[in-house]
């Protein structure tokens, strides 16, 4: 993880302007998967009970090379074309979506698991396993980038400001909340409770959290369901004080 610098000083033997400023952003919403410790390997072996699947397979295993952040798949098993999401999906054939840097590799990935055909979009990516084996020598697996489900959230709160400045603890919680909400992972769903979590996490002082509304499509929701084509963005934030002592 890289954390947030304001300025860095950098020295090389080749004059540098003084007109450069280096900088640089916290990349903590930006990474993979986190490294699985042994405990948690041990729990998860245990626990699965489809991790013979070959999809689950083929997602843990794109998802585990370090310059993807995440993956899902969705297969059609049937003999009849299947829509989701808008996605158009034909007989016997594997959608993959993910985020990330596609490389070539990753066509050997999938071949292991599986040989069908996959969705090609406008915007997805092509990459080729080679082999003797395919006619014309190669197969080619076709890779769909995460949608984005954007959404805000207006929290209702009431401030003490003899002991905080509200200014201060709008830009504390706005930082956080897009920290924690602005990602390349995939997440179900997104809920209320995640937001106070999040700002019980920060223990501040002088601020009572009264309420949290997800607001998506013009509309206030209790939860936000994220298809599998998708990652969520947090777009906005919106303050609503009820009253001030």
Do not use: M, W
């Amino acid at each position: 993880p890289v954390t947030a610098q304001a300025k860095i000083t950098v020295t090389s033997d080749q004059p540098i302007s003084s007109d450069l400023v280096f900088s640089c952003a916290d990349n903590t919403s930006l990474l993979g998967t986190a490294e699985e410790t042994d405990l948690a390997f041990r729990e998860r072996i245990l626990s699965e009970t489809d991790r013979q699947n070959t999809f689950v397979e083929l997602e843990t295993e794109l998802r585990n090379l370090p310059y993807i952040f995440d993956c899902k798949v969705k297969f059609n098993p049937t003999n009849a074309d299947v829509v989701y999401d808008g996605y158009t999906i034909p007989p016997y054939t594997l959608a993959i979506f993910y985020s990330g840097e596609i490389k070539s590799e990753i066509a050997e990935k999938i071949a292991d698991k599986i040989i069908c055909p996959t969705l090609q979009t406008v915007d997805s990516v092509s990459v080729s396993f080679v082999n003797d084996i395919f006619v014309g020598g190669s197969h080619t697996f076709n890779l769909i980038p995460f949608a984005k489900t954007q959404y805000g959230v207006e929290l209702i709160y009431k401030i003490n400001n003899t002991y905080v400045n509200e200014y201060d603890i709008q830009n504390e919680i706005r930082t956080s909340l897009f920290s924690t909400f602005v990602s390349e992972k995939h997440v179900d769903y997104i809920k209320e409770d995640d937001f106070y979590n999040a700002i019980e996490a920060l223990d501040i002082t002088g601020i009572k959290l009264l309420g949290v509304n997800l607001k998506y499509n013009n509309s206030n929701v209790n939860y936000i369901e994220i298809p599998s084509s998708r990652i969520p963005e947090l777009t906005n934030v919106i303050f609503t004080p009820v009253s001030q002592e």
